[in-house]
């Protein structure tokens, strides 16, 4: 049950386009279309953002999209706000109620 | 609106044990599947357990299978993570979180946390 392997920081401006990518295995990533992207403010809770590989929640800007091609998934912020700095989560399904998150990307507004 | 509120956290000695709750609202809770996941300070996200809605299968991840133990009383809309053997690298912030549905694999909703501490 190796986490799956994410970028630890990533940065960009306000109003760019930043782009997250979380690497897994053909057990997990590869095996199913149930990826999903958690942001987290500090001392928060996290929030899902994206399920399904590029589902969006009601609520969650279409500023947020998600993609994904065989063992790796993309999580994509464009026009980046303020706001949107904090920790990013990606998470595959990986069999049997089993889930596996990567160690988090860190997204700095500059 | 969904909620849901842990407590149990605290210190406790290597070795010990210690439980946690977690009372949800908002929703029918037996209907749901329900995990526990962690995190220590300034690290990632884990999996720890997860225990389908009516109770009667559940699943651990190897860092805690044979020690922990997950349980829901729908009666009493609670669920409970039972922690035995605690060592130092158990120290985290434990979340209750909803699965989505059948057929959809993510947390739709968590708790805000509470913080378990193994220290001598």
């Known amino acids: 049950q190796s986490a799956l392997t994410q970028p630890r920081s990533v940065s960009g401006s306000p109003g760019q386009s930043v782009t997250f990518s979380c690497t897994g295995t053909?057990?997990?990533?590869?095996?199913?279309?149930?990826v999903s992207w958690y942001q987290q403010h500090p001392g928060k809770a996290p929030k899902v953002i994206i399920y399904?590989?590029?589902r969006r929640p009601s609520g969650v800007p279409d500023r947020f999209s998600g993609s994904k091609s065989g063992n790796t998934a993309s999580l994509t912020i464009s026009g980046l706000q303020a706001e949107d700095e904090a920790d990013y989560y990606c998470?595959?399904?990986?069999?049997?109620?089993?889930?596996?998150f990567g160690g988090g990307t860190k997204l700095t507004v500059l | 609106e969904v909620q849901l509120l842990e407590s149990g956290g605290g210190l406790v000695q290597p070795g010990g044990s210690l439980r946690l709750s977690c009372a949800p609202s908002?929703?029918?809770?037996?209907?749901?599947?329900m995990s526990w996941v962690r995190q220590a300070a300034g690290k990632g996200l884990e999996w720890v357990s997860t225990?389908?809605?009516?109770?009667?299968?559940?699943f651990y991840s190897d860092s805690v299978k044979g020690r922990f133990t997950i349980s829901r009383d729908n009666q009493k809309n609670t669920l409970y993570l039972q922690m035995n053997r605690l060592r130092a690298e158990d120290t985290a912030v434990y979340f209750c979180?909803?699965?989505?549905?059948?057929?959809?694999?993510?947390?739709?909703?968590w708790g805000q946390g509470t913080l378990v501490t193994v220290s001598s």
């Open positions: 908002g929703f029918t809770f037996n209907s749901y599947a």
């Open positions: 399904d590989v590029n």
């Open positions: 998470c595959s399904y990986a069999g049997n109620y089993r889930l596996v």
């Open positions: 979180a909803k699965w989505r549905g059948t057929y959809y694999y993510y947390f739709d909703s």
């Open positions: 053909s057990s997990d990533v590869g095996e199913y279309n149930s």
């Open positions: 225990i389908s809605g009516s109770g009667g299968v559940t």
